[in-house]
């Protein structure tokens, strides 16, 4: 009883709420899988966050609470957000959607921006998302170039559409440069676990790759490169601190035009549900500086590449391409929809490892 | 398939490597569980020992004095714990779990200025012409002195528990507080020493993470390590060697499961990873049924406050 009239109370309030304060600031909360101190994924959402509350200064109030496990947890998170009149919760990982889902339906005055997610069942959901897979192939042509031992070892999360998107991409466009190229593939089951992804790292150098791509969040893997020698790139941020030599490039996310957008329209109460993928023609990502061990042609390479993919020019997934299993995929000159890549699960054709279930 | 990739010898190597934080952690735990108190805080002091750990081996330069201050870091945080369940008679398992909860927020505080900083490196220990020999000499002889240290305090603890009189009362005292206390025997004096060698055991167990396995500092980078060195001890029924045996054995899985992945072959990586736990459960199943407790060797006392005027 007590609660109920608890959350009648509290929904009278951010009903009568809205129109009177117009003069407060409006208020925009996240929720974070890992710790904002990862240097990776979460790293950069949390520095799109800053970034924005600059831009607004008054304005805008923002709150975070990071380590959120997906499930009851982020449920009551972001439970507790709405209740304490929070006008737009960002909730920055892929787990997150059936939690975002259940609160937006609880909340129907609050807006909901889910990274990564696919479900979108009530009308103050939106999605946001970023084309990683475009970096991926600049990152897979470098990897192409740049390996000695034709093995790249890739450190893998979760078997989702976003992370299988990413291998086969980078390996498309490295086996495009190097017909003899391998890939290695680790799950880990984890975004974010220094320890693991460090023996990961130490398991594919020990099994003759000389460079390591990463789909996780720690910067482990870069340290572990840099001790052994050979080459990493970073994920989500800008990782070269943690391997000067090593360290080739990375993808680096760069949330905040897009969350300043996205709160300007609440501020003028013009938000709506959308779907937004974004690439390297928005600058949600962008390639952090090249390493000068790569070749001064192959950085050129690299640029057109990049310029290339940002113009619409060229898709990275543009046929002929086969699945795995020998299969036609896409055709001669053909390009991906983007609902197929949003629910890619299956690798290319030349990856010899299965797809885990 | 191709599982001429995987080399067995370093296979073992990093097998050993990845066990010993978690062993660490351990053998304090077992200790601090053999005199009848449960200190679910191993996580949050693991923590503190790798950034404590980290911070001073950075700013000494020195990795060996790092592990002596996260040695320190784990018991001085450990000494929170003793003074809320020993002196103030708190709950074991509240206090344990806010001890995790209050470790992982002021790691991240001591830890701020660190990210991203390189410690310096943990010399590998010459063994000389041991380390020459092959297989053997890369599989064990090629390690960091804390791989070593460890099965040293391994034998230690065992040594400690089962031959002299000091590990005998704190046997008693953890079985039975009421006649250890009837016999004269401090028994809080005896707890409280207990917890502060789980810290300082976890305070290293967390070094070794920051200092050697990862090398850096990472917020939460222990990411539940307590929490199996906590399953270890019950996997270990309380016994020194049994919880090597299971720390080589889950640091096995480990490492087995990411070589077999690297080298193509399809092995389930959930049910691999969640095996431990589930042995785990089946022993505390086994355990909570009165008839098989002594056989399993759960310290009588375990989890159950004292207090004098009992």
Known sequence: MKRRTLLTAAALSLALGAPASADDPVKAGFIYI?????????????????????????????SIVENVDYGADAERVMSQMALSGTDVIFAASFGYGPDVNTVAGRFPDVAFQHATGYIQDHPNVSLYDARFYEGRAVLGH?????????????????????????????????????????????????????ALEADAAETLIEQGADVIMQHTDSTAAVRVAEDAGVMAFGQASNMVDFGPNAH???????????????????????????TAWLGLADGIIEMAPWNDRIPEELQAEADALVAAIASGEYHPFTGP????????????????????????????EGITQDLPN | MILGSINPAVLLAALMVAATPILLAAIGELVVEKSGVLNLG?????????????????????????????????????????????VLMTNHVASGLALTLFGLGLSALIGQGYVGVTPPRTPKLDLGWLS???????????????????????????????????????????????????LGYHVKRVRTLAIMFGGACAGLGGAYLSLIRVPQWTEGMTVGAGWIALALVVFASWRPWRAMAGAYLFGGVVVLQLNLQAAGVRIPVEYLSMSPYLITIMVLAIISSGKARGSLNAPGSLNRPFHASN
């Open chain 1, 34 to 62: 890992g710790p904002v101190g990862d240097f990776g994924w979460t790293a950069g959402h949390d520095r799109a966050r800053r970034e924005m509350q600059e831009h607004f200064g008054d304005a805008l109030e923002t």
């Open chain 1, 142 to 194: 470098i990897a192409g170039n740049m390996t000695e031992t034709n093995t790249i070892g890739y450190i893998a999360s979760f078997p989702i559409p976003a992370v299988i998107m990413g291998i086969n991409s980078a390996y498309l466009h490295a086996k495009a440069v190097n017909p003899d190229v391998n890939f290695r593939i680790i799950w880990t089951f984890s975004w974010f676990d220094p």
């Open chain 1, 248 to 274: 080739l490039t990375a993808i680096v996310d760069r949330w905040a035009p897009y969350y300043i957008e996205r709160v300007q329209a609440v501020m003028d109460g013009t938000w709506e549900a959308e």
């Open chain 1, 321 to 348: 391409i086969n699945r795995q299993d020998g299969t036609p995929w896409l055709a001669e000159g053909e390009v991906a929809q983007d609902s197929e890549l949003l629910t890619m699960d299956f690798y290319v």
């Open chain 2, 42 to 86: 191993v996580e949050g002091m693991m923590i503190i020992g790798a950034v404590t750990g980290f911070v001073i081996a950075v700013n000494t330069s020195s990795a060996l004095v790092g592990f002596i201050g996260a040695a320190l870091g784990g018991m001085v945080l450990s000494l929170l714990f003793a003074l809320l369940t020993q």
């Open chain 2, 132 to 182: 020459e020999i092959p297989f053997l000499g890369r599989a064990l002889f090629s390690h960091d002195i804390m791989v070593y240290l460890t099965i040293a305090l391994v034998a230690g603890v065992w040594l400690f528990l089962s031959h002299t009189r000091a590990g005998m009362i704190l046997r008693a005292v953890g079985e039975n507080h009421d006649a250890a206390h009837a």
